[in-house]
C-alpha cells in the first residue's frame, strides 16, 4: 500500500498517470525524455529512489565509448571483455547500449558530442578514454557517466578501473618470493595504465630490498604486440652472454606474453625450467598457460553500471573511484630460484 501511495503521490505531483509513474521507476523505456526526468526528480525529492530494489536499473540508452580496437576483429580481448561485462549487467533490464569508437588522446570532440548529447542517450560509459576534453565535456551535459580503465586526474566524473599499482605489485612479489632477482620486465609505456603497473613492481623491488636497475631490468617496447615484443627480447639475449640473461620474465600484456612465449620455444628455452614466466594481464591468453595476474574485465563493466545507478540516485554524492585488485592465477610457469642463483644474487 506504501508503494501505491507514493506512486500515486508522484503522479500528482507530476502531472503524469500512475501508470507512466511505474513504467518510468519500473525502469521501461516506452515513456518520453520530458516524462521520465520530472517522474525521476519528484521521486527522488521523496526518497522513493533510495527504497528501489538496487537491482532496478533506470537508464534507458547507454552509449559506450571505446578505442576502435575494441571493436574490431581479434582486436583489445581486454576491453572486448569490457563491453560483454556491461552488455551482461543490462540484460536483465529494459536498456539499449549503442557503441561508438573514439580515440583515447586528442579525440573527435564532434564526434563524441553528435553521439552523448543525443536526446535519446540518458547515461555514457567511456571505456579507456583518456582524453580530459572529452571528461570536462562530459560532464556539462548532465548524464550519468562513468569512466573504465581511464586516467581521471581530474576526478570530474565516477570511475572503475583495475588497480594497476597492486597488479604490478603482486606479480613481481610472485617472482621476488620465489628467490629470483635477476627478472626482466618487459612492458610498453604507451598506456598510462601500463606505467601504473610498472610503479607497482618498482614498489615491490622497494619492498624486497631490491635494486632495480631499467638498463638491465627494463625493456620496453613501442607497441602492445606479441611479435615486436619477440623481436625487442631475441634482441636483448643476443646482446649478452648467457650468464647475465634473465632467471624470469615479467610481461606487461597478454599479446606480449604470447609473442615472448613462441621467442623461447624458437631458442629451445623451457618454462619454467630454464626460466620463470609471468604476465600482469592474464585475461585472453587462449591457452591459460601462464601464471600471472588474472585483470577483473568482465567485472569492470558490471560495476560502472551500477554507479551509473548510483550516480542517478545520488547525483550530489562525491565523486567515486573504484579500483578492482586483480587476482593471482597459477599455471606452473614460475618456478623456485635456484639455489646456486639465490647465493650469486643474494637479498641484502
Given at each position: 500500500m506504501a508503494g501505491k501511495l507514493k506512486m500515486d503521490a508522484i503522479a500528482a505531483q507530476t502531472g503524469y498517470s500512475v501508470s507512466t509513474v511505474s513504467r518510468v521507476l519500473s525502469g521501461k523505456a516506452a515513456t518520453s525524455t520530458k516524462a521520465r526526468e520530472t517522474i525521476v526528480s519528484c521521486a527522488r525529492r521523496l526518497g522513493v529512489l533510495e527504497e528501489l530494489a538496487c537491482g532496478r536499473l533506470l537508464i534507458n540508452d547507454i552509449a559506450v565509448f571505446a578505442p576502435a580496437r575494441t571493436f574490431s576483429m581479434g582486436g583489445d580481448?581486454?576491453?572486448?571483455?569490457?563491453?560483454?561485462?556491461?552488455?551482461?549487467?543490462?540484460?536483465?533490464h529494459d536498456v539499449?547500449?549503442?557503441?561508438?569508437?573514439?580515440?583515447?588522446?586528442?579525440?573527435d570532440l564532434a564526434r563524441f558530442l553528435a553521439k552523448a548529447g543525443h536526446k535519446n542517450i540518458s547515461a555514457l560509459i567511456m571505456i579507456g578514454i583518456d582524453d580530459p576534453a572529452v571528461h570536462r565535456l562530459a560532464q556539462t551535459l548532465g548524464k550519468p557517466c562513468v569512466l573504465i580503465n581511464a586516467s581521471n586526474r581530474e576526478s570530474r566524473l565516477d570511475a572503475v578501473s583495475p588497480d594497476h599499482r597492486a597488479i604490478g605489485f603482486n606479480a613481481a612479489r610472485h617472482l621476488l618470493a620465489h628467490g629470483h632477482r635477476r627478472?626482466?620486465?618487459?612492458?610498453?609505456?604507451?598506456?598510462?595504465?601500463?606505467?601504473?603497473?610498472?610503479?607497482?613492481?618498482?614498489?615491490?623491488?622497494?619492498?624486497?630490498?631490491?635494486?632495480?636497475?631499467?638498463?638491465?631490468?627494463?625493456?620496453?617496447?613501442?607497441?602492445?604486440?606479441?611479435?615486436?615484443?619477440?623481436?625487442?627480447?631475441?634482441?636483448w639475449f643476443d646482446a649478452r652472454p648467457a650468464d647475465q640473461w634473465p632467471q624470469a620474465l615479467l610481461c606487461g600484456s597478454a599479446d606480449m606474453t604470447a609473442g615472448i612465449q613462441r621467442m623461447l620455444a624458437q631458442r629451445g628455452l623451457r618454462v619454467p625450467q630454464d626460466v620463470s614466466l609471468i604476465s600482469t594481464d592474464v585475461e585472453g591468453q587462449l591457452d591459460g598457460s601462464v601464471t600471472g595476474i588474472a585483470v577483473p574485465c568482465r567485472e569492470l563493466g558490471v560495476e560502472a553500471v551500477h554507479l551509473l545507478q548510483t550516480r542517478l540516485n545520488r547525483p550530489q554524492a562525491p565523486v567515486f573511484n573504484l579500483l578492482l585488485p586483480g587476482r593471482l592465477v597459477e599455471f606452473g610457469t614460475v618456478s623456485q630460484a635456484t639455489r646456486h642463483a639465490a647465493q650469486a644474487f643474494p637479498s641484502p
Open positions: 580481448p581486454f576491453y572486448h571483455a569490457v563491453t560483454r561485462g556491461i552488455a551482461g549487467a543490462t540484460a536483465a539499449h547500449l549503442s557503441y561508438c569508437s573514439l580515440e583515447e588522446q586528442d579525440a627478472i626482466l620486465t618487459i612492458t610498453t609505456l604507451r598506456r598510462e595504465t601500463l606505467s601504473v603497473r610498472l610503479e607497482g613492481i618498482l614498489e615491490a623491488y622497494r619492498h624486497f630490498h631490491v635494486a632495480f636497475e631499467a638498463a638491465t631490468d627494463l625493456l620496453v617496447t613501442e607497441g602492445f604486440g606479441g611479435n615486436e615484443a619477440a623481436q625487442r627480447l631475441a634482441q
